[in-house]
DNA sequence: CACTAACCGAGACGGTACGTCCAGTCTTATA
DNA sequence: TATAAGACTGGACGTACCGTCTCGGTTAGTG
């Protein structure tokens, strides 16, 4: 019954934020500057997100990607074909310093867990699916990446991918 | 010939910043209001500590506790007595937050790393050299503790710490 | 032809306004909030008023109570009657205060000044036919109780207007 | 002990106030813009003035100008001296605005009062040390021009001022 | 009796300014 | 040289209101 909100104004600011966080990161999103760029005026912004958090969450969920569906290979041919996919999703430095930044704010506000969870869930289920979702192994693989990706900072590619997945389904043996 | 600095005031600003850290989280440190606590010029703070987030990592680092030297048991005891520390360490709910916003500080400020690791540098030698420095295994146990501590919110305690040895010793099998 | 505006809206929009200007004075009275509490659209009230000045000129005109008809008297003692009703006109506080902002209002917005000098015309226009319209001992005697209204914040009783009155008439002479 | 405070951003943030009223009122003064302008920032303005009410009456304090001190003539010819003085004081149209927005403002935060006050204090005492402190015509006379300024909104020229004092002095006649 | 113009509630929107908060640097006097 | 005190820059945040706009729906009086 009343004037609807206009869905161009989300999109635009949504595409705007998730450009601006890729490209400088979170202290790069400054609200006032992205309200002047989009043409939209600030408080249209906190209409819809009440937090620059909020917002931030809101932009990064438009870059989940596609989860591939490994379907014929081996058990270890199918953990590699989405461990490696999960790599390349995590590896680049924009989105090491976002995924840092958002677990520590999804830390603060509780509310925004849901959000930032939903960037990997897919994938997590997808391996779940795969290694049972009860067994914790598909939490052991994500956790190897992320401690990579923001606590090791090392690098994250297929090979790292390929022995990880080994390492973990052989199981370790000391030296 | 100079004036030498006040030792004690380095150790009430890290006692009263380790207090506020605990009880309020990073926001509630305000390098201002702190100074005002411990009867401390802010230069005095900042001359001893380049940053607030250098003064956290200093706060923090009071939290390290003992690392256990596991002597005698067999690899499996061992690795769960080193895990089980681990996680004990980890767990606090205060400790989770810090460790979050500290991993996201060191990305955004790659001289904060080597303060930030210093918290669990010890424990990771422990395990690298129970199972070799240069396998990744050690890095694929930390990795899921900070996993359940930052991104999945999981408890962390000794029944988690004794399975999560285990099937990382065994080795993965589906179902 | 097209459909009447509902008049028990101004009512109640008046009455509202008028009534909270005189418990929290000109900046309590916020359009949102007064449409909400009446239980109307903001564009009921706007398309009755203008602007919010104009909303409040039109509320305090309900003030404007009974202008005496001094009829018998001599001069002296009908421009008491007359002085006396408009200094208790203009004595309380909150009137005080709708006053002077919108003196300022005025200054500001042109167009609101026949709105707020309809307030006190017709006591002027009484003033005015006993002193005669052009000698400008009207305007001596507004401008006097103004200024305790509004700039000097004095008394204004029967005490203030007798001995104005008096002062005015007989001229006067120093010490 | 502490640094000091810079009185010359003093100087200047009033300077550049106090212009900028004057050319364009109460609403053209905007606290970011100045403090831009000045080349300081914005805290350093609300150090200083917790309020932009506070800083537009520190502003004005500088417009009081000089008081003439009217030696010789007879009370009438000394009154017009100082009638005179005010009425061109206050006549400017920038003047009138600010003086109406200053009274309103006044009325809302009475802390404000004495500051404005003021800026008319010296020619008042001046009319009251002629014609006697307690007999209240000075503010007759003081109202009158106010009334004009910001009420009425009538010219103030040298012509009223002479006229006013006559009809003051010499007392109101009907017709 | 249908049509049409104005009214209405609801609330989104642009725009503008305000005052606050904090990090980190700088300045002064003193120890 | 260290220290207390606190001023200063710089930048962002979130809030508050005003007045305009856009919906869907309602209500006369006219043709």
């Not at 002047?36 to 969920?61: C, D, E, F, S």
């Not at 953990?79 to 930044?101: G, K, Y």
């Amino acid at each position: 019954m009343a004037r609807p909100r206009n869905t161009e104004s989300d999109a635009a600011i949504l595409a705007d934020a998730s450009d601006t966080l890729r490209e400088g990161g979170y202290d790069a999103l400054v609200v006032d500057d992205l309200a002047r760029r989009v043409g939209v005026a600030k408080t249209t912004v906190y209409r819809r997100w009440p937090t620059k958090n909020h917002l931030v969450a809101g932009a990064i969920a438009s870059w989940r990607g596609e989860t591939p569906v490994p379907g014929g290979g081996s058990l270890e041919d199918d953990l590699v074909v989405l461990v490696s996919d999960l790599a390349e999703f995590v590896d680049p430095a924009p989105m090491r310093r976002m995924i840092a930044e958002l677990v520590a704010a999804a830390v603060r506000e509780p509310e925004l867990r849901p959000h930032v969870d939903a960037l990997w869930r897919e994938r997590r289920d997808a391996l779940g699916r795969l290694l049972g979702a009860g067994s914790g192994v598909a939490d052991q693989l994500l956790g190897a990446v992320f401690y990579r990706a923001i606590v090791s900072h090392e690098p994250l590619d297929g090979e790292f991918a390929a022995a990880l997945v080994r390492s973990t389904l052989a199981g370790a043996r000391p030296q």
